[in-house]
């Protein structure tokens, strides 16, 4: 019987819970392990700020976004003093066998860091932004496609109705894969994403050559971290950046309306979609997929398979060495944005 810490770090997302549930159930039932939730993600651990987690404390969770746990984006080895200490001072107060955070590469590059050091850690992948490597699908992504193509079919409508140009701006940092999924399945007419620097001048033409062809109205969606080709468009710079470093995104919507509208006179308006990517009720594949991570995670750590992350590949669920999972991100399958430029227009 071990004592098992679990804790959700990064941005919260859809299924999160299911992944606790699951986690919590088949330790209690069928291996006889207890839990500790710590608050917060990284920051619960270094306050020392847990609850316990019983079959009583997850039941009705399975439907609910977010995390019971809450979560942030501390980052033990940024904070003053020494973050390594003060886990493991955390976890031996707490009698803490092995940790199963959940998160995105953040925070399992901190698990990273505490296997190297020695503690037993098993990592569950989170992020709707689906460009975690070692897994093939993230809970969450499913959801946040969801929400865009929705958002994206009410839009056509407005579009339409007043021969406009809407700019969607959606989640993807490094990657366009909930843009390229949502474009895809909202019948879009440019999708602009990381992997592929844009020239806001074909983005025009191709506008102007739609409304030669008789077609009043325009669908673009951008991630929100695709960038303009060098020396092309100028773009807004926050200058902010999180705990871990990255800077924060948002602003590329704004910039194309202005230019787009500029640049071709026709009328634009920019949604930017945001947090609401993020919130809500996941959809039923995230639920599955989360409820299957969370047995594995515990699984994997009644079997002492430390150092790992579950993981996605094709139909099954298995393990993968956390620095293997964390040495790249998986980008855009080029293939599939291939497919999406056949609709372009």
């Avoid at 992350?309 to 293939?335: C, H, N, W």
Wanted: proline share 4%; aromatic share 4%.
């Amino acid at each position: 019987m071990a004592r098992v810490g679990l804790l959700t770090g990064g941005g919260d997302c859809p299924g999160l819970n299911a992944v606790i549930r699951a986690a919590v159930r088949r330790g209690l039932i069928d291996r006889e392990h207890t839990f500790v939730g710590f608050r917060n993600g990284w920051a619960g651990v270094l306050a020392d700020e847990a609850e316990e987690l019983t079959l009583a404390a997850t039941i009705g969770i399975l439907p609910r976004g977010g995390t019971i746990l809450g979560t942030s984006r501390t980052n033990p080895f940024a904070e003053a003093g020494d973050g390594l200490e003060a886990i493991q001072e955390t976890l031996a107060r707490r009698s803490v066998d092995a940790l199963v955070p959940i998160g995105g590469e953040d925070t399992l590059g901190v698990a990273l860091r505490l296997h190297r050091e020695g503690i037993p850690v098993v990592g569950v992948p989170k992020t709707i932004d689906n460009d975690l490597g070692g897994t093939d699908v993230t809970f969450g992504f499913q959801t946040a496609v969801q929400i865009v193509t929705d958002a994206i079919d009410r839009l056509h409508t407005t579009a339409e109705s007043h021969n406009r140009v809407m700019v969607v701006e959606v989640m993807g940092r490094h990657a366009g894969w909930i843009a390229t999924h949502a474009g895809i399945a909202g019948g879009a007419d440019a999708i602009l994403v990381p992997e592929r620097p844009f020239d806001i001048e074909e983005v025009c033409a191709h506008l102007r050559s739609r409304t030669a062809r008789g077609r009043t109205f325009s669908i673009v969606v951008v991630a929100e971290g695709a960038t303009p080709m060098e020396g092309t468009l100028q773009t807004q710079d926050g200058g902010r950046t999180d705990a871990f470093g990255h800077p924060r995104l948002g602003g590329i919507g704004v910039t194309l309306e202005a230019e787009i509208e500029a640049r071709t006179g026709y009328e634009a308006r920019v949604t930017i979609l945001g947090h609401v990517q993020r919130g809500g009720t996941p959809v039923a594949f995230d639920r599955v997929l989360g409820t299957r991570f969370g047995v594995a995670a515990i699984d994997a750590v009644s079997a002492g398979r430390f150092g790992t992350m579950v993981a996605l590949r094709g139909t099954e669920i298995v393990g993968v060495d956390l620095e293997q999972a964390l040495s790249a991100p998986k980008l855009l399958d080029p293939k599939l944005y291939e497919t999406a430029e056949l609709f372009f227009g």
